[in-house]
């Protein structure tokens, strides 16, 4: 069996991340099947929070991370999950969560079952 990288992008109004990574989980299993080696978030049951570098892109950030070793480049272990703070939420914001409380974005990424 091999493995596969995997970036999702969870935008929206959650309480924590936790909730945004079950949503992504789910989301991947409705469009992958629920057979298991997707290669996607789908095959993950946990994640592990890490912070993004100031005056880093998280883009450019997740790409230096695979290029690296950490627990996200096993695809044995946890997803990592980067939360987008700040000034930077306003890019991914948009008009549907324009005055909305509790608008978070996270990045889960790492390597994943196929």
């Known amino acids: 069996m091999g493995a596969e990288t995997f970036v999702v992008l969870k935008k929206g109004i959650y309480k924590d991340a936790k909730e945004a990574f079950w949503e ?3 989301d991947a299993c409705y469009q992958y099947g629920h057979g298991g080696y997707t ?3 789908a095959e993950k049951n946990a994640f592990q929070m890490i912070e993004l ?5 998280v883009e450019v950030f997740i790409n230096e991370c695979f ?3 950490g627990f996200w480049n096993d695809k044995w272990e946890p997803a990592a999950c980067i939360e987008v703070k700040g000034e ?3 890019k991914y914001r948009g008009e549907i969560f324009k005055g909305k409380r509790n ?3 996270f990045y889960f990424f790492g390597w994943a079952s196929s």
């Open 67 to 69: 290029d690296k070793e």
């Open 88 to 90: 930077a939420l306003s």
């Open 24 to 26: 992504a989980v789910q």
């Open 53 to 57: 570098p100031k005056g880093k892109s």
């Open 103 to 105: 608008f978070k974005v």
């Open 39 to 41: 290669g996607t978030i």
